[in-house]
């Protein structure tokens, strides 16, 4: 639509162009017809034909061009009323085209007097005669600066058009260049926050299965049942391949698939507390309901890291875990009475599972809350919503 605009006002542009010479051509020609042919009439055809040449030229003052387009005007009405009727009209739009304010009026006025005198045939001989071309010559002046007024406001309505559609144009370039570079942005955050995702699934899988295995050659050295450790170290194994496997193709976790959360967690606190030889207790309070995949998740995934740092760090003596649902928030806390630590020294940092719990329960717009002091335990508490399943 805009393209098949643009080439009709190119059209348009060159139609009124030429539109000069072809008015003083039909002129000439309807001349030679009607008056026969005429060296002086030709000649002052060539010089007006000559002196339009001139019209775009701004070496050219505009108002002498004007000017010496009404005189040629004049001198070609002299010979037929033909330029009077075809020709003159090149008077009036060069004049309200080349001329500005009132310079306009008078250059338009010019050319309406000249017209009127000569189809009037000269001076008016009567008072009435002379009211007469008065009034002509008026109505024609109001004419034409009516019409050209309305037609400069379309213009100009026109080229602001213009403009905003290169406004338009601009912006919808920059949003172009906007989107692709969110594109690239998104892309980007989205390898990152995988990359994160797979670190996080890696240390909760994989290094903290390592650990144990290592955990339980290590006691199988100096322990007379060492068939046993070898054979929970060989599912410890199983388990945390498993687990990657399912961490690779962003499933949830194994235990939560093949039983409730509450049932889960006890698994899992009861198979730590196997493996490290420390008493580990779960309780459960509220009414138990199914919640979303992810709030289940991150529970338990921070019930193993807690576990976790527990074995690793607090070389504790016994365990408890609480799972609390209330009516807005589940709430899981981690107890140990192990060495402790100063949370000060690892406040907003910590290694990489404190961030990790972190990282999953502000995820959900939860809270984690750490306690802990030298020599007196520790206990982290995750809160999360209680979103329910479905």
Known sequence: MSGRLDRSERLLGRLMAAAPYALLAVSAVLTLGTEGPSWGML??????????????????????????????????????????????????LHSWHYLKGAWRFAGVSATAVISVMTYYGGFPA????????????????????????????????????????????????????????????AHEAGVLDERQRMAAEIHDTLAQGLTGIITQLQAARQDPDWRRRVDLAIGLAKESLAEARRSVHAVGPGRLEAAPLPDALAAVAAQWGELHGVRADFTVTGTVRPMHVEVEETLLRTAQEALANAAKHAAASRVGLTLSYMEDVV?????????????????????????SMRKRVSRLAGSLQIESEPGGGTAISASVPAVARG
Do not use: K
Request: proline share 3%; net charge negative; charged share 15%.
């Open 331 to 355: 709430t899981l806390d981690v107890r140990d009475d192990g060495a402790g630590f100063d949370p000060e020294r690892v406040r907003g940092g910590g290694g990489f599972g404190l961030t």
């Open 126 to 185: 009567t008072p009435s005669a002379g009211l007469g071309q008065v009034f002509l010559t008026a109505a024609i002046v109001a004419a034409v600066g009516l019409f050209s007024f309305v037609g400069e406001i379309t213009a100009e309505r026109s080229a602001e058009r213009e403009r905003m559609v290169a406004r338009l144009e601009a912006a919808m370039a920059e949003n172009a260049g906007l989107h692709a570079q969110l594109l690239v942005q």
């Open 43 to 92: 000649g002052l055809a060539a010089l007006a034909a000559a002196w339009l040449r001139l019209a775009p030229v701004d070496a050219v003052p505009r108002a002498v061009y004007v000017t010496g387009l009404v005189l040629l005007i004049g001198a070609l009405c002299t010979q037929a009323v033909w330029f009077a009727s075809f020709f003159g009209f090149v008077g009036y």
